[in-house]
């Protein structure tokens, strides 16, 4: 097992393009890191510059101790689970998985052990006379995991590999392959574009957009306080509403609504006061909306009143999609389908509530939760 | 509605559609019989026109040289072997085919074999200006053969009337490259990068990954280079002059006569001739549709 060290790296392809601009992280000795973006955020790209499948154009990159920037892939000690699994399908499930082990010269009676082992361990036992085209979705990726396990290697790295299973399938391998990690303590960097995988998979979750690295934190503290507005938009589902809104001393003008801030908000965010009488982007968690007659602690001056346009019942929740006449933040994520001329927010109410689509009801916003960025900079504000 | 006044006829069809329908459906059924008769008539005229000329071919080969001048068409008046006795002594088969078998053989293995190593790093763009490379081979589809040239070369390598040098004709074929490049297309690329990380070299890779999975498109190009080499008459004419390195199809010529040919014992000579191919092909079918519809559609 190692650490990764990405140190300012930088990715130019031969037509000009930059896939990477000095991406920096440090991935400890058996960590699980999560890297997530929109499609081409040059997630895939980091990834297969530590896996030696891109060259490094610019930075150093480190696997322990050594410099890999010129290191064949094979004597990078790493092990890689792709996409589309890239088991060879004309060999059968354990001579995929021991291929590795008989390249490396291993002796046969190891490599039967291992195999053996590794398939006790993915359930695969029964399957390991079997070729690739005779198995499951879910079996295949079992496999490809094996053929990483297999070897023993200082990391593994993860290609998306959930994203061509069904979602009930993905659900489950996203357990198995947590608590694989955690069992073997290998350190791993692991690439999605489903932020719900990388919330609940890694350690700490890497946010990466256009190329550039936007915050690396753990999936709570990239929850309750993203930096800027890209993050506080990709991570969570449904998205955070963001709105235009104008600060004026102790409230905001969201629209046509006046939401009074309480003291401790402003007194967290020291910097707000300097937004005195200026626009400034405002994030509302759909959580942190709630049908007001359900809501007993809501706050005096933190009620909005709106037309429900649609609700969308989840048994333990309602998704409810209401309007709201202020001008929409774009966050800048091009795999968002979003209509910003539709000034849309989006809340989860408490399935008692009875609202329906056409009504106007009150809604409680949590005041104390709200964030706020800077509409230029998109940066959030605090300090 | 734009039509305001409909004809008679179709007020009526309106107004006792039950009537109506049973009729048009019938008209319907006959309409699509009759298409039907029509693209079975169009089918067995391609079929008579590929399989006469191999009924005749067969039919021929059972009669004798007055039978045949007789009714060169019809049925023979009994099947006998003799113009098979005939045409493997008088042809010397036996000792051709050796040769047959030999040129064949290697220029076929050493064809496919350079052909796979060639077109790997060209499907893949492994090499700097590969499109290029296979626009050349494409090219060289469509030019005449430079038999003139070829004939130098040869004989300035001292390679004339040998069996190198007779082989050496048949190393390359264009059509076989491009199916190959085809085919390994469609190999997920992920193969090579998940080899590359599990330390897997170039070679073994080629051999042991790559060679396995494109069995379909080796087949193929195996099947038509051999037939192509194995069917060969022009060359041997004017590269081989010694008797004892004659191909089969060279021994052919001894049926043509100055006034005539000995059409049956031809015919049975050609039989003999293509039963080694046809094995070859039915051995290697299963394997040849696929190799020639690969990438064709999305798989």
Redesign the interface.
Known sequence: MASISIDQVDKVYPNGFQAIHGLSLEVSDGEFVVLVGPSGCGKSTALRMV???EQITDGELRIGERIVNDV???N?D???V???Y?L???MTVAENIG??LK??KVPKAEVTARVNEAAQMLELTDQLDRKPSQLSGGQRQRVAMG?AIV?EPAAFLMDEPLSNLDAKLRVQMRADISRLQRQLGITTIYVTHDQVEAMTMGDRVAVLKDGYLQQVDTPQHLYDRPDNVFVAAFIGSPSMNLFEATFEGSGLHLGSHRLALPDATLERRPALATYGGRKIAVGIRPEDLEDASLATDAAEGAVISSTVELTESLGSEIVVHFALDAARVDAGNPDAADDLSAADAVARFDPRSRCRAGEVVDIAVTVENLHFFDLESHAAIWT | MTVLNPTPDAAGASVEPPSDEPQMDRSGRTAARRRKLFSYAILLAFTALYVGPMLMLVLTAFKSLPEFFKNPTGWPESFGFGNFVEAWEKANIARYLVNSVLYTAVATAICVFTSVLVAFPIARGYLKGAKYILLLYVVALFLPPALIPQFQLILNLGLFNTRTGFILLFLVNPIGLIILVNYIKSIPRELDESAAVDGCGYYRFVFKIVMPLIRPAIATVTVLHAIGIWNELVLPTIYLTSENLYPVTRGLIVFEGLYGSNWPALAAAVLILMTPMLVLFLFLQRYIISGLTAGAVKG
């Open positions: 896996a030696g499948l064949e892939p094979k990078r790493i092990a890689m792709f996409q589309n890239a060879y399908p004309h291929f590795a390249l490396a053929r070897r």
